[in-house]
């Protein structure tokens, strides 16, 4: 089972952007539940993290009220819808999941999709 991430590329400021990110192959045995970027030079950091149920949403502090995550459970997807954007989110955006369905407590993912580059600039 691997995590498709989908959904990159170059955008201006103020543009928007959705990434995708699936669980294929095999039967359901991880579950994509959000994003995490890492900029140059920079640490890894969480962007937005969706519970299995879809219920709880957690947003980065730098991404409140501009990006949306959303997932359809039907199709094992995570979305996430990024308005706004900003240079500052210039960054490779990777897809977490984890082989269990979280439901409380820190996301801790244990599986990685690849990232999918991310380049906000006019």
């Known amino acids: 089972v691997q995590l498709q991430a989908s959904g990159g590329g170059t955008v201006q400021p103020g543009g928007s952007l959705r990434l995708s990110c699936a669980a294929s192959?095999?039967?359901?045995?991880?579950?994509?539940i959000g994003w995490f970027r890492q900029a140059p030079g920079k640490d890894r950091e969480s962007v937005a993290v969706?519970?299995?149920?879809?219920?709880?949403?957690l947003y980065g502090a730098g991404v409140k009220g501009r990006f949306t995550i959303s997932r359809d459970n039907a199709k094992n997807t995570v979305y996430l819808q990024m308005n706004s954007l900003k240079p500052e989110d210039t960054a490779v955006y990777y897809c977490?999941?984890?082989?269990?369905?979280?439901?409380?407590?820190?996301?801790?993912?244990?599986?990685w999709g690849q990232g999918t580059q991310v380049t906000v600039s006019s």
């Open positions: 977490a999941g984890k082989r269990s369905p979280w439901t409380t407590g820190p996301p801790l993912p244990d599986t």
């Open positions: 192959g095999g039967t359901r045995s991880t579950y994509p």
């Open positions: 969706i519970t299995t149920s879809g219920t709880r949403t």
